[in-house]
């Protein structure tokens, strides 16, 4: 089983060199990629000392380090990775110990295409635990809730209840599957990337739950995070602080 991690970088020096030392931890991931894509910070400077220290450790750009943003980032990420399987990780988050425990086991089996399971809550501050815990709490993402295929149809893309169904964090997904049965990869819609990537691949692509009862991999949440603010079950927009 070989693992490639794809980690989108964007002024997160101080989060990103434990994000990736959370990936390393597993024997299965043969590769971290870090695409930083025009940090402000000292983002890059740390991605390239990670790159110098770790053999498995391979850093990407886009032409003339412009910033293309996260969306084209992970696509780029995707077209280069060499493990049979994908995974991801937000910069500011990182893995637990248990975070393929259940792939291991439900990836055997050839009709899985991919396996998702529970993202917990951390708050690097109390400034941003005062900030958002009305909006994150201490719960489990996905709550607990099964995540079936073909749940998601287009008409119902834009309702609420359907976007704590799991967290891109704990995918991860048979390289292969992902490239024959997609349409397309990440997009630039209005909604949030991810959630687009997510339902598309939750209709396309055969996903099981692993580990609900527990997180696999903790959501960091600082100062100044985005969030998408969620009300009359509608998504309104991403806002920052």
Known sequence: MKISVIISVYNAEEFVAN???????????????????????????????????????????????????????????????????????????????????????LLKNQKVDGVYGAVGIHYYSQRAKEKYYHLYKDCLIPCCKKCHPKTFIPRRLNKADLFDQFSIDTLTVRKDRLLEKMHYLFTSYSMQGDVEFLLSLSYYLELYYGILHEPVAMQGVHDSCKVLWISNKEVLSAITE
């Open 19 to 105: 994000a990736v030392r959370s990936a390393l931890q597993f024997e299965e991931v043969c590769e971290v990629f870090l695409i930083e894509y025009g940090s402000s910070d000292h983002s890059l400077t740390i991605c390239e000392k990670l790159e110098e220290d770790y053999d498995r450790i391979k850093l990407f750009q886009h032409n003339q380090c412009r910033n293309k943003g996260n969306i084209t980032s992970r696509n780029l990420g995707i077209e280069n990775a060499s493990g049979d399987f994908i995974s991801f990780l937000d910069a500011s988050n990182y893995y637990l110990p248990n975070r393929f425990d259940a792939e291991r086991e």
